[in-house]
């Protein structure tokens, strides 16, 4: 599914406009949405609220493959000892 920019504002995600385009917070992207990916080319550090945050425009948000889920996973999983 795809995530458009009246969706992420309806739900309250900040943003700033950036040369004519919306730009979305992606920790709170994240937060709502966390089976999203954001691809690190298209990530730009903007200012919101007057704090620099890492942003990314809703058509530049994709949707995690089962590869990426089971990477995710494995991250995230602790070392035996």
Known sequence: MK???SQ???LNV???VHENELYFDVLEIKDLFP???FPPDKIKSLPIGGVFVNTIRA???EDMT???KT???FMKAKPDK
């Open 3 to 5: 995530l458009k920019s």
């Open 59 to 61: 058509e530049d948000i």
């Open 35 to 37: 089976e999203k990916k």
């Open 14 to 16: 900040r943003y700033a």
């Open 71 to 73: 990477m995710v996973q």
């Open 8 to 10: 992420l504002i309806k």
């Open 66 to 68: 089962d590869f990426d």
